[in-house]
């Protein structure tokens, strides 16, 4: 108060508190040709190229095979789309760019391709995905993988950049030498709540593949609907589906799973059990167990009957169904959320505990994934939800533990010390709203780091990746797309391998990976405030 | 370990299928009064005819082809959802009672050409084989239209449209029913403005708020003064020609919809001052230097000339009484830092910085046409600015409750839109918050010397800093559908039959193109 007069007194006049100065135009002007997730090692030089459709040429010098020319086709119709969606933008009131310029280095006339080991046919967990790039007049992309070839396309594609009055593609001098810092980079739809129609999952997976995302964990079924059609158990579907047309079909199921494979994408199903099954329940109530109030009225039905061999019998016939349908080696079987009330609350349940001398009812889960895990294909390796791990449920070594719950570092230090691998999801769930935006908060979380130094006695390489979870309580095709992008990229940007925290620079470059993303196709939304994308 | 000692403690059992089964054939918003009886009738469109009695004009005849359209939509989008395997549905059952052969319109008054505060928005429908639908406006009669397209809903197999037998008598309970859209932060396209007053349309809303400029970009293009929008765009493409604006107008005007445009003065200003920088304050730090642009200078004869030009040719083209001047947030601290308002302050005796924004409106609101009435934000009253009586007064922050009764003490009109900010986002969605937030009710009964009918109505408020093309439909529908409803009329909280209601309205504007997101929870529309 003293002060106030005082300064009042010296100025005659009034305190400057705050000014709130802002200046016209986008919050965070996009950057130009920048990649995203950032690389490893990148060195930019002033000379650029431009590009030219009839004088580049693509060659490739080693192995071959239809998921890399597919991929060389996709990568230059992304370059000609450029092109065209800047057309109506194009400022021909500018002068003309000058292309004598001592930074101009002439058309590109190549990029070679160096494979130099045989395509794989599906990606699998640990694949390798290093590339390096070296852009000049003649450049070049080698990889020892198909997998590091097509992240490698990807960053190429992000490195050119509009001229200044929109009539060029250019792109500069330099190398990219880039690897990831996680193996598992995941997405989870949930196809459960809302149905998400076939083309929203293609353009998914391109957003993806746009985002060097690698897993598509595809939460198929639920409480709420079974979109999946079973040829073995058709009635599932036709049944449990919200309609009879809200369906996946095998078909849909391998067009899927080949448009994935072709962007190094690997798909792996979810099918949640012993809880969030109701719907399985429509056609089948014989696998669900019935739950009683504290009148012992019959209120419902809730998880799997685990005492049930006819549930074992269903479930081997389902799986092996699916496994050969789905070429990855991993798949989720859920095991989060099971109402254990809903076991204890059974009369048949409560003699089983006195006759086997359960001492908890969590021992039900036991029995059930004791009995359900050996009924998976040979080699096949599963994925469960924390809880199971929490319930003491006994786990084969190779099992993935997926940690979605808050105290989350506590948790992973307890699954890494009992020598399991664990992909991160807690601060990733897509479906937490927070006005404004939240993407900052999911770039910084980085999981590892989260529990580096805590304990000695652990391997930090066991957490092997994360995912971000779509959950679609009130998502769907309406607004699928802008939900998750750009929120999921700044997860995809933290996995693949930027350390830092989101820095200006940062907020720059996902600006211009959504409007990259945008004129893809995909209606990403705006990541951080006011701004602009032309021709999306 | 004995069996008793184990206790059901907490259930959760959770039902397959919608978590809100959508409603059949419910108007939204819920008129005043309704009766639904069990005769139904059949549409068929080679017998149904549509018979304008009284009044007519093109208003009327448009609104008619845009029903009937709507209706054979319905069918078309339902067709591939047939259930061909279902028994044909029983027509010549006891509570079928033939194909609807007429709709007779009364329009008892001539139309009027532009939707005005106050207008009258009342009807009477009567559903029967012959139906009617009364009004003394062509207003009254673009919301029965639109509530007799809610009533049909689709047969069990989904190849046949329905409609109860009843009547609906139904009323507005507010004039003013907004949706504010900001198209600064990001610039909204022409076809989803007009995709926006669809929808506003098909929710009984009737102003469309048009925060066309604000700091960041100005994509008004004046012909007056042209460089405002081709240097303070984002690109001089991002714009709205006059042409556009008339097609905004003329689109709203035909579905009773007014347009209000908001040109916010003196603050949120400062992509104004990208081709006009002279109309700026310029802002100091404590140093004395030069920091960057405030709000406009109100102590410049040459602002006012310039306004006055500039609303000269705003309200030449938007035809409605009502114009937005902002008012809000204006950054005093920059007016303050400025050495020649501190002068300005010494010479003339001011004794509050305030002062200079009582200024700026004192000169601007005479500019404004004759007639024509200002909306400010809040902050232009609390700033004890002196405001014509018939100012309306838009209320936006918290502690609303004060304010309002401050606002009515003053006998000044006010909207309400603190509790309706569409970008303000909650996990699983919020809009039951807005649906049970009542203006009148926030301050019923808490002072006698005040008029809550001047509480005039509300606006729900897209502000776009997050939001674009890409994902302003999702955003706004149906969360402003929750505040349609409750300037409409229905007075309840969010009940379980408001969510099902609520959940076959979504899928309706889903399935006229409205890219409406899922109100409540799982569920789905088919068709869409």
């Given at each position: 108060m003293f002060r106030l007069f005082l300064y009042l007194n010296i100025l005659g006049a009034f305190l400057v508190t705050g000014l709130h100065i802002v200046e016209p135009g986008p919050e965070y002007p996009a950057s130009k040709g920048a990649i995203w997730p950032r690389p490893q090692m990148q060195s930019i030089e002033i000379p650029y190229y431009k590009f030219d459709s009839d004088v580049l040429e693509i060659k490739v010098?080693?192995?071959?095979?239809?998921?890399?020319?597919?991929?060389?086709?996709?990568?230059?119709?992304?370059?000609?789309?450029?092109?065209?969606?800047?057309?109506?933008?194009?400022?021909?009131?500018?002068?003309?760019?000058?292309?004598?310029?001592?930074?101009?280095?002439?058309?590109?006339?190549?990029?070679?391709?160096?494979?130099?080991?045989?395509?794989?046919?599906?990606?699998?967990?640990?694949?390798?995905?290093?590339?390096?790039?070296?852009?000049?007049?003649?450049?070049?992309?080698?990889?020892?993988?198909?997998?590091?070839?097509?992240?490698?396309?990807?960053?190429?594609?992000?490195?050119?950049?509009?001229?200044?009055?929109?009539?060029?593609?250019?792109?500069?001098?330099?190398?990219?030498?880039?690897f990831p810092r996680y193996p598992h980079r995941g997405l989870l739809v949930d196809t459960s709540r809302h149905y998400i129609s076939m083309s929203n999952i293609l353009l998914i997976l391109d957003a993806m593949a746009m985002n060097k995302m690698n897993v598509f964990h595809w939460h198929i079924v639920d409480d709420q609907s079974f979109p999946y059609q079973?040829?073995?158990?058709?009635d599932l579907s036709r049944l449990g589906a919200y309609h009879e047309t809200l369906i996946y079909t095998k078909k849909d199921i391998q067009t899927v799973i080949d448009y994935a494979r072709n962007r190094g994408i690997r798909v792996i199903p979810e099918f949640d059990v012993p809880g969030h099954t109701r719907s399985w329940g429509v056609a089948k109530p014989e696998l669900l167990t019935h739950c009683y109030n504290e009148y012992a009225v019959d209120v419902g039905l809730g998880p799997?009957?685990?005492?049930?061999?006819?549930?074992?019998?269903?479930?081997?016939?389902?799986?092996?169904?699916?496994?050969?349908?789905?070429?990855?080696?991993?798949?989720?079987?859920?095991?989060?959320?099971?109402?254990?009330?809903?076991?204890?609350?059974?009369?048949?349940?409560?003699?089983?505990?006195?006759?086997?001398?359960?001492?908890?009812?969590?021992?039900?889960?036991?029995?059930?994934?004791?009995?359900?895990?050996?009924?998976?294909?040979?080699?096949?390796?599963?994925?469960?939800?924390?809880?199971?791990f929490d319930e003491g449920v006994p786990l084969p070594k190779d099992t993935i533990v997926q940690v979605w719950k808050g105290n989350e570092v506590y948790e992973m230090l307890n699954i890494l010390r009992a020598s399991h691998q664990l992909i991160y999801s807690s601060g990733w769930y897509l479906d937490h709203l927070k006005t404004g935006g939240d993407w900052t908060e999911f770039f910084n979380k980085d999981p590892r780091d989260m529990v580096s130094?805590?304990?000695?006695?652990?391997?930090?390489?066991?957490?092997?990746?994360?995912?971000?979870?779509?959950?679609?309580?009130?998502?769907?095709?309406m607004n699928i797309m802008s939900r998750v992008w750009p929120r999921a990229s700044a997860v995809a940007e933290r996995l693949w391998g930027h350390e830092s925290q989101a820095a200006y620079q940062v907020y720059s470059r996902l600006e211009e990976h959504t409007c990259r993303m945008n004129a893809r196709g995909i209606r990403a939304q705006p990541p951080s405030g006011p701004g602009f994308c032309l021709g999306a």
């Amino acid at each position: 108060m003293f002060r106030l007069f005082l300064y009042l007194n010296i100025l005659g006049a009034f305190l400057v508190t705050g000014l709130h100065i802002v200046e016209p135009g986008p919050e965070y002007p996009a950057s130009k040709g920048a990649i995203w997730p950032r690389p490893q090692m990148q060195s930019i030089e002033i000379p650029y190229y431009k590009f030219d459709s009839d004088v580049l040429e693509i060659k490739v010098m080693d192995h071959d095979c239809p998921i890399l020319s597919n991929a060389v086709q996709r990568s230059l119709a992304v370059l000609r789309d450029m092109l065209r969606i800047a057309s109506p933008y194009v400022n021909r009131n500018a002068p003309q760019q000058v292309l004598d310029d001592d930074t101009y280095d002439g058309p590109l006339k190549s990029l070679s391709i160096y494979l130099t080991s045989p395509c794989e046919e599906y990606p699998h967990f640990g694949m390798i995905e290093s590339y390096n790039l070296t852009i000049a007049a003649d450049s070049t992309l080698r990889s020892s993988s198909i997998w590091g070839i097509l992240r490698g396309l990807e960053s190429w594609t992000h490195l050119f950049h509009l001229s200044d009055n929109r009539d060029q593609l250019h792109i500069n001098k330099g190398e990219v030498h880039d690897f990831p810092r996680y193996p598992h980079r995941g997405l989870l739809v949930d196809t459960s709540r809302h149905y998400i129609s076939m083309s929203n999952i293609l353009l998914i997976l391109d957003a993806m593949a746009m985002n060097k995302m690698n897993v598509f964990h595809w939460h198929i079924v639920d409480d709420q609907s079974f979109p999946y059609q079973s040829e073995r158990f058709p009635d599932l579907s036709r049944l449990g589906a919200y309609h009879e047309t809200l369906i996946y079909t095998k078909k849909d199921i391998q067009t899927v799973i080949d448009y994935a494979r072709n962007r190094g994408i690997r798909v792996i199903p979810e099918f949640d059990v012993p809880g969030h099954t109701r719907s399985w329940g429509v056609a089948k109530p014989e696998l669900l167990t019935h739950c009683y109030n504290e009148y012992a009225v019959d209120v419902g039905l809730g998880p799997m009957n685990p005492i049930k061999d006819s549930t074992y019998t269903f479930l081997r016939e389902l799986f092996h169904e699916v496994q050969a349908l789905f070429p990855d080696r991993y798949i989720h079987i859920g095991g989060d959320e099971v109402d254990l009330d809903c076991w204890e609350s059974n009369p048949e349940f409560k003699r089983y505990i006195q006759e086997h001398n359960l001492t908890s009812v969590a021992d039900f889960h036991a029995l059930f994934m004791r009995n359900t895990i050996p009924l998976l294909s040979e080699n096949s390796r599963p994925i469960v939800w924390q809880e199971v791990f929490d319930e003491g449920v006994p786990l084969p070594k190779d099992t993935i533990v997926q940690v979605w719950k808050g105290n989350e570092v506590y948790e992973m230090l307890n699954i890494l010390r009992a020598s399991h691998q664990l992909i991160y999801s807690s601060g990733w769930y897509l479906d937490h709203l927070k006005t404004g935006g939240d993407w900052t908060e999911f770039f910084n979380k980085d999981p590892r780091d989260m529990v580096s130094g805590f304990s000695k006695d652990i391997n930090v390489d066991n957490i092997v990746g994360g995912e971000a979870c779509m959950w679609t309580e009130v998502v769907n095709d309406m607004n699928i797309m802008s939900r998750v992008w750009p929120r999921a990229s700044a997860v995809a940007e933290r996995l693949w391998g930027h350390e830092s925290q989101a820095a200006y620079q940062v907020y720059s470059r996902l600006e211009e990976h959504t409007c990259r993303m945008n004129a893809r196709g995909i209606r990403a939304q705006p990541p951080s405030g006011p701004g602009f994308c032309l021709g999306a």
